[in-house]
């Protein structure tokens, strides 16, 4: 395969792995996904060796779905040279009031995907942490330090693009309570006990 058609490729996987997050998470707009990538691993590389910002753009032309169709934000994580920060558009960061940090990913210092979303990012910032609704790990990158309690796993029909593997998560709200408690609206009327 040449290497426009295998960057054609890697950008259909990523849009494809775009729709089925969406879909399996059921995404709705203003919700936060997180974006880890390690561009090494999807040439079948070892992660932090081999990535290219041109690999890395086409998959974000691909995960920028997420934004036109789905109208999530984003946020992409960098690598642990720049402690797993987040490269977000100002307007997320300004909104969620999140902690902006000063630094400017580059591919040795944040990762090619990191700094390709920088630069493609209208208005980009820094942020320390976060807490997504759902996320994609592409080579696995370990997006778990940013999703929301409580993380589920999805078991999508997108297992791979190009060499690395995707894992995908979505977030839920923390079942609390005992017996007694009613977790689906649904369920209200067959739970008329006293709680005293």
Request: proline share 4%; with cysteine.
């Given at each position: 395969?040449?290497?426009?058609?295998?960057?054609?490729?890697?950008?259909?996987?990523?849009e494809?792995?775009?729709?089925?997050?969406?879909?399996?998470?059921?995404?709705?707009?203003?919700q936060?996904?997180?974006?880890?990538?390690?561009?090494?691993?999807?040439?079948?590389?070892?992660?932090?060796?081999?990535?290219?910002?041109?690999?890395?753009?086409?998959?974000?032309?691909?995960?920028?779905?997420?934004?036109?169709?789905y109208?999530?934000?984003?946020?992409?994580?960098?690598?642990?040279?720049?402690?797993?920060?987040?490269?977000?558009?100002?307007?997320?960061?300004?909104?969620?009031?999140?902690?902006?940090?000063?630094a400017?990913?580059v591919?040795r210092?944040?990762?090619?995907?990191?700094?390709?979303?920088y630069?493609?990012?209208?208005?980009?910032?820094?942020?320390?942490?976060i807490?997504?609704?759902?996320?994609?790990?592409?080579?696995?990158?370990?997006?778990?330090?940013?999703?929301?309690?409580?993380?589920?796993?999805?078991?999508?029909?997108?297992?791979?693009?190009?060499?690395?593997?995707?894992?995908?998560?979505?977030?839920?709200?923390?079942?609390?309570?005992?017996?007694?408690?009613?977790?689906h609206?649904?369920?209200t009327n067959?739970?008329?006990?006293s709680?005293?």
């Amino acid at each position: 395969m040449t290497q426009p058609d295998y960057i054609r490729q890697i950008h259909a996987e990523a849009e494809a792995a775009a729709h089925v997050l969406a879909d399996a998470a059921k995404l709705s707009p203003g919700q936060l996904v997180i974006i880890g990538c390690s561009t090494s691993e999807v040439i079948g590389q070892r992660i932090g060796t081999s990535g290219t910002i041109e690999l890395a753009s086409a998959l974000y032309a691909g995960l920028e779905l997420l934004r036109t169709k789905y109208s999530v934000q984003l946020a992409y994580q960098c690598c642990e040279h720049l402690n797993r920060a987040l490269v977000v558009e100002r307007t997320t960061c300004e909104t969620l009031r999140l902690d902006e940090v000063s630094a400017v990913p580059v591919p040795r210092a944040g990762g090619s995907m990191a700094a390709a979303a920088y630069t493609h990012f209208a208005s980009p910032c820094l942020v320390e942490t976060i807490s997504a609704d759902a996320g994609i790990d592409i080579g696995e990158t370990l997006i778990g330090m940013h999703l929301k309690r409580v993380a589920v796993p999805l078991r999508t029909s997108v297992r791979s693009i190009g060499a690395a593997r995707v894992t995908m998560a979505m977030t839920r709200p923390k079942l609390i309570g005992g017996e007694r408690a009613v977790y689906h609206p649904s369920d209200t009327n067959a739970q008329q006990l006293s709680c005293e």
